[in-house]
């Protein structure tokens, strides 16, 4: 920032001292160097607010293009959803129509308990051949 030589801080030196004098000028050093140690605090602070600022709004930056992607992607899988349940939907409408041979003017969801009562309904298990009956039989190297 400020570029000072050696000779300039002498000269300055000397000057302070005969304007100052000897018996004060150790004092005055003192208290100047108080206030530069000050002024050099209050500078790493405010460049430690600004630093954080910085990064504080680079984080905002983050959410916002996080908050952005999420909201996208949210928007894409409703679009999907969306089309998958049209296409579900024509499909049920096509199985229904299918079934009943009627072309469908209801929704597939209240066509589809229709299609039900309309297809052969599953055998009933008393239609299953019957298992045999277990025969008592002795267990091996037993006597009866």
Do not use: C, W
Request: charged share 25%; net charge negative; proline share 10%.
């Amino acid at each position: 920032m400020f570029d000072v030589s050696f000779t300039e801080l002498m000269v300055i030196g000397v000057i302070a001292l005969i304007v100052i004098g000897p018996e004060r000028l150790p004092k005055v050093a003192r208290t100047v160097g108080h206030l530069l140690g000050r002024a050099q605090r209050y500078v790493n602070d405010v460049k430690g607010d600004i630093q954080r600022e910085i990064e504080l709004d680079d984080l905002r930056k983050f959410k916002s293009e996080m908050d952005d992607a999420a909201n996208s992607m949210q928007s894409s899988m409703r679009d999907t959803e969306s089309s998958l349940r049209s296409s579900l939907n024509d499909t049920a409408r096509e199985a229904t129509q299918a079934v009943s041979g009627s072309p469908a003017a209801e929704p597939p969801a209240a066509q589809l308990p229709a299609a039900a009562d309309n297809a052969t309904p599953p055998p009933s298990p008393a239609a299953t051949p019957a298992d045999p009956a277990p025969t008592a039989q002795p267990k091996a190297g037993t006597t009866p």
